[in-house]
């Protein structure tokens, strides 16, 4: 599916930095999870590759035999020094040192460096013992002349600071540091994940983009606070609770007037709740739809159809139940024992129990649209809660049976493109959707809105 072409021209720089904190908070275990990760390896490669050395050093001057000040300049001592310095560093210098010390000198650094504006030569061996960078460094001093008497035979060497044992390495693993530097690497990681993911990843953030993007109507968001899926279930995500927030209830306020107006106007009563894929919050979104329809005095039941995972049940927790949906489908009660009322308002309810391997065959049987007849004829509003869109066809076979649709969207959750395929196969089984209901919805970093508290859910 292919966005629509006026898709980016609708997002301003604020809408970039808000999705960019939004995709923060939602992916901070794994950014953070990113910084430790990196840190722990910086840690790693200092503890297993980091290599104590130790330096061994010398000063002396290189001049020639008919040189009467040897501390002065030549125009020629560049050249010398040049020469020189390649003999002390080669390899014939190295088997002298070989032999003369049976030293490991190939595993030694060697380097001869003139200090500046001075024809002074400073020589540095640099090993991983103390001992034998110094015994290097003597040896070099002390047999210089069986490697330059071929080539230089007129060279002579002045030392002025002799080499000693180190006492200290010349560097210790610096922990602190690399830390730094791990969490740094970390961080840039970091950056680049939320950046592609910004880039990349579109998803249904507010209304606008509803409005835009899926050329719908958004009726309402319902807020979210963040609140732990495993504390959220049961009465506290609920309308029929005392305790809830103003802001959540208005939410269900603007949901139950455009269904009212549905029926007023179109004389619709049966509406499924659907998202798109699992989590989005569609059951809760049936279960307080159909409370709120009922605090208004309206005859309602809510039915759950969602037949290879049913979670109403699950929701309220009824303390006694009567019968099922799959009990009533495939022909074990009749209807009136599989209606339970609802402890805390006239509502009525028939629960899904367990899952239903042939739910699609018992949604395409005769008995079905007999059941959904029945509702038809005894409330004045049927809400289905109906299984993800985007997963099964259970959901596109339901739809042919009702008069409308709801569709719970998760803000910053589904991509745009999946959004969009269900939506155009899901028109071809319903005739009408009454627009998209945007859950768990969060403030933006740039507009504070009034749907921004209450309770999250999923």
């Known amino acids: 599916m292919i966005l629509p072409e006026n898709y980016e021209d609708k997002i301003d720089l604020t809408k970039y930095f808000d999705k960019f904190y939004r995709s923060m908070q939602k992916m901070k275990r794994i950014l953070i999870l990113c910084i430790v990760v990196m840190i722990v390896l910086f840690e790693l ?5 980091f290599q104590t050395t130790y330096s061994s050093e010398a000063v002396f001057v290189v001049y020639t035999q008919d040189q009467n000040n040897i501390f002065a300049s030549r125009d020629s001592d560049d050249e010398m020094f040049a020469t020189f310095r390649d003999l002390m560093c080669g390899n014939m210098m190295r088997e002298v040192i070989q032999k003369e010390t049976e030293a490991d000198v190939y595993n030694a650094q060697i380097t001869l460096s003139q200090l ?15 001992q034998r960078s110094y015994q290097i460094a003597d040896s070099i001093l002390n047999h210089y002349g069986q490697v330059t008497q071929l080539v230089m035979s007129d060279v002579e060497i002045s030392v002025i600071d002799t080499p000693v044992v180190a006492q200290e390495p010349d560097a210790l693993p610096q922990y602190v540091f690399e830390a730094v530097k791990g969490c740094i690497g970390g961080l840039v990681i ?3 994940i939320v950046l592609m993911t ?12 509803v409005k835009n993007i899926l050329h719908m109507s958004c009726i309402t968001k319902i807020p979210c606070v963040g609140i732990h899926q495993k504390k959220s279930r049961g009465s506290r995500i609920l309308l029929s609770n005392p305790r809830i927030q103003y802001s959540f209830k208005g939410a269900f306020h603007d949901l139950r007037l455009r269904l009212e107006q549905e029926k007023n106007k179109n004389q619709y009563q049966v509406f499924m709740v659907a998202s798109v894929l699992p989590n989005e919050g569609k059951s809760t979104t049936a279960v307080n739809t159909a409370i709120s329809l009922a605090q208004k005095g309206h005859s309602v039941i809510l039915v759950d159809l969602d037949l290879r995972n049913p979670s109403v049940y699950q929701i309220l927790k009824d303390p006694s139940i009567s019968g099922n949906i799959s009990d009533y489908l495939q022909g074990r009660f009749c209807l009136d024992e599989v209606i339970n009322q609802y402890q805390d308002y006239p509502m009525d309810v028939i629960y899904g129990m367990e899952s239903c391997e042939d739910a699609t065959e018992i949604l395409s049987s005769e008995q079905f649209v007999e059941f959904v007849k029945l509702l038809r004829e005894k409330y004045e509003f049927v809400i289905f809660d109906v299984p993800p869109l985007y997963m099964l066809e259970d959901a596109m076979i339901i739809g042919r049976y009702c008069d409308s649709s709801l569709i719970v969207v998760k ?11 269900v939506l155009e196969e899901l028109n071809e089984h319903i005739p009408h959707i009454s ?10 970093l740039f507009h504070k809105e009034r749907e ?6 999923k």
């Open 190 to 192: 970091d950056f680049v």
């Open 452 to 457: 921004a508290y209450g309770y999250g859910y």
């Open 435 to 444: 627009g998209v209901v945007i859950n768990q919805a969060k403030p933006s």
């Open 411 to 421: 803000q910053d959750y589904v991509q745009v493109n999946k959004i969009l395929d």
């Open 45 to 49: 490669k200092t503890i297993f590759f």
């Open 198 to 209: 910004v880039l990349f990843r579109h998803t249904i953030i507010d209304s606008d983009d």
């Open 116 to 130: 500046s504006d001075t024809n002074l030569v400073e020589l540095r061996v640099i090993s991983d013992d103390a």
